[in-house]
């Protein structure tokens, strides 16, 4: 055993797991230590206008780049991924400019659908929100092709102490709904120049877009026209997923209990953050060479899912039988419903962390168009079983623990679905070289 242990930190891929989660644990250690403060300048109904707002620009970065930043890891030559690179670029651009004209015509019919006429005058950020989340999908990607995981550990942890350090600084003098939408507005740009600014090798990334050869953009468009096909609805459809019980908990029972439904999903996502997003950032790269190499994806597969399921068991199921007295002490009393809703939400969540290393395996396996199905599925089940219980019982307690339970039973499959196409492709593999 105690030769075990050095053997296994001195493997590449648990080395830069432990590289990226621990950057990850310091910056959520200190979104955890800020978040007390927070919830005591801020009220949930300014939590609730918060939630709809990164709702929707969530919904929008889906698409903002046709997800073909995702692809950035996959081709062998450089200069390839400098044209996905560029291609991505311009499709933010030309998204947000889109964007402000649905805005301009759209805009309040929205908020008036939503219940959430508060983010009326802050829409606006929306392009912006969207144009910096596509930077930043292009900028992580390449940093996940680089292999570059102590830049981004550290780069999460200065990002999070800005961003709570202005929640809590801006919200001393305006603890209102506008101060949070506005950080949130920018989070993403922030990182993306923090991204930038603190590797040297990023140069390369960024001058590659002042080329004046574009010829070879339109030749990977078309060559990873699956992602725009099938994993930019795959994407959209996700986000309107996930994004749905905010809006139809706004739109049904107003911003505040909407505010206490967004902590109650925050605080639970904060493994996810921490360790699930860690693994997938290492396991994508690794899974994309080890079918180009011939090896057992699926086995590799297993491997991080029941990882993760056993480092997950705790926090999640901890949640569950004590997560209403726990949100009472630390966020303050006030927040109490917020634990109720997160003890059903714990369940559910746990099968969405360790479906991480599923969902990063569909692109090694080509498998858009499953996930697409899956994701259209998901999305009619969840809100066709919200309106049903809605309808029955007019409370949002029982709408969540729908939610959640359905979502244990989905995420399950796109495990097992994953983990088959994963088999499948090894064994095909393995019959052509032999």
Request: proline share 5%.
């Amino acid at each position: 055993m105690k030769l075990g242990i050095p053997k296994l930190i001195a493997r590449p891929f648990v080395r830069n797991v432990a590289t990226v989660a621990s950057g990850a644990a310091a910056a959520q250690v200190i979104a955890t230590i800020a978040s007390p403060f927070i919830t005591r300048l801020y009220g949930p109904e300014a939590f609730g206008a918060l939630g709809v707002f990164n709702s929707i620009v969530s919904v929008a970065t889906s698409v903002t780049c046709l997800t073909y930043p995702v692809a950035i890891v996959l081709p062998k030559q450089d200069s390839v991924a400098l044209e996905l690179v560029r291609l991505s670029v311009v499709l933010a651009l030309v998204s947000s400019v889109v964007a402000m004209l649905f805005i301009l015509f759209l805009g309040p019919a929205l908020a008036e659908v939503l219940q959430a006429q508060l983010i009326l005058p802050y829409l606006w950020f929306v392009p912006v929100a969207m144009f910096a989340g596509g930077v930043l999908q292009v900028t992580q990607q390449w940093m996940l092709r680089r292999q570059a995981f102590q830049t981004t550990a550290y780069v999460s942890v200065v990002q999070a102490g800005a961003i709570n350090l202005l929640k809590i600084v801006l919200g001393y003098f305006h603890p209102i709904a506008a101060t949070l939408i506005i950080v949130a507005a920018f989070d993403a740009l922030l990182q993306s120049f923090l991204l930038v600014a603190a590797r040297v090798r990023m140069s390369s990334l960024w001058t590659c877009l002042s080329s004046n050869t574009w010829g070879g953009e339109l030749r990977a468009a078309r060559f990873y026209s699956d992602f725009p096909v099938f994993r930019a609805p795959q994407g959209l459809v996700n986000a309107v997923a996930l994004g749905f019980p905010v809006f139809a908990i706004s739109a049904a029972f107003g911003p505040v209990i909407t505010g206490h439904y967004v902590l109650a999903v925050s605080v639970l996502a904060l493994p996810t953050r921490l360790i699930g997003k860690s693994v997938a950032d290492v396991f994508y790269p690794r899974i994309v060479r080890s079918f180009q190499n011939g090896e057992n994806g699926a086995e590799h597969l297993v491997k991080a899912t029941g990882a993760l399921s056993m480092v997950g068991l705790l926090p999640f199921f901890a949640v569950f039988f004590i997560g209403p007295w726990i949100f009472a002490i630390v966020f303050g009393q006030e927040w109490r419903i917020s634990g109720e809703f997160a003890r059903w939400l714990a369940i559910a969540q746990f099968f969405f962390f360790i479906a991480r290393p599923a969902v990063v395996t569909v692109s090694a396996v080509g498998a858009q168009k499953m996930l697409l199905k899956f994701e259209l599925v998901s999305l009619i089940a969840r809100v066709g079983l919200f309106l049903v219980v809605v309808l029955a019982w007019d409370d949002p307690l029982p709408a969540v623990i729908a939610l959640s339970l359905a979502n244990v039973f989905l995420y399950s499959f796109l495990i097992y679905g994953t983990y088959v196409r994963a088999k499948s492709w090894t064994e095909n593999a393995d019959k052509k070289a032999g």
